[in-house]
């Protein structure tokens, strides 16, 4: 099993670029997440797909969107890409309702200048 | 919603020494605690969990201990190895809802020197 993956590993764009990145799980998780990880913030909550067919906002969703493709596949689109979206993103899954470990993909370096 | 504060921020020791990092959370219906470890340039990792009716558990090295009432929790390792030199988070939720949604920690930087 590859586990969590996402693609790109690193990319540069420019100030009001769009840009999609992509995540995909092969362990038939329900739950699928997108964080964003800045020097000293921790990690942010930035959507959410509880199960197939469905997505929330997290804490910082401004300037994001999802989508959950199928029950593998959750992706995160920046429309118009600012340089505060420079960050690291990491995308997560976890299994059924009652187990609660998060398995995080190898994350996206994002810069955007 | 859920506040996560997290001590200190940067930890130093020397190997063979003990570490302990501290978390407070603000929810009490928070009822599930896991630490993350995320070595340099690596994604975060589950290294062990608690839940609110347990006190303490161990994994080998490590553990965490829990107190409700305080609404705070603690990552022990002891005989600290070069090897622990890593960023650890904890979190906080309350899992007992259809929805996971952990609140994070900022994140601990942990320096063990040989």
């Known amino acids: 099993n590859a586990g969590v993956t996402q693609t790109p590993k690193f990319q540069v764009l420019k100030t009001g670029q769009s840009m999609t990145l992509q995540c995909a799980q092969d362990?038939?998780?329900?739950?699928m997440y997108w964080y964003r990880q800045d020097p000293g913030m921790g990690l942010r909550l930035i959507y959410y797909?509880?199960?197939?067919?469905?997505?929330d906002k997290g804490e910082v969703p401004n300037g994001y969107n999802v989508s959950r493709l199928n029950k593998r596949e959750f992706s995160l689109r920046l429309e118009s890409a600012a340089p505060s979206q420079t960050s690291v993103y990491f995308c997560?899954?976890?299994?059924?309702?009652?187990?609660?470990?998060?398995?995080f993909g190898p994350g996206t370096r994002l810069t955007v200048t | 919603g859920e506040n996560v504060e997290q001590h200190p921020s940067t930890l130093s020791v020397q190997e063979g020494d003990s570490a302990v990092i501290k978390c407070t959370y603000s929810?009490?219906?928070?009822?599930?605690f896991p630490w993350y470890k995320q070595e340099l340039g690596k994604r975060p990792q589950l290294i062990i969990d608690?839940?609110?009716?347990?006190g303490e558990k161990k994994d080998q090295r490590i553990a965490v201990t829990l107190n409700k009432t305080a609404k705070h929790f603690s990552l022990h390792i002891t005989e600290t190895q070069p090897e622990d030199s890593a960023v650890y988070f904890c979190?906080?939720?309350?899992?007992?809802?259809?929805?996971?949604?952990?609140?994070f920690g900022r994140g601990t930087s942990l320096i063990v020197h040989p």
């Open positions: 997560a899954s976890k299994r059924q309702v009652t187990t609660y470990e998060q398995y």
């Open positions: 362990m038939n998780h329900n739950s």
């Open positions: 797909s509880a199960s197939e067919g469905t997505t």
């Open positions: 929810d009490s219906a928070s009822n599930y």
């Open positions: 608690i839940r609110s009716n347990v």
């Open positions: 979190a906080a939720s309350n899992a007992s809802g259809g929805s996971y949604i952990p609140t």
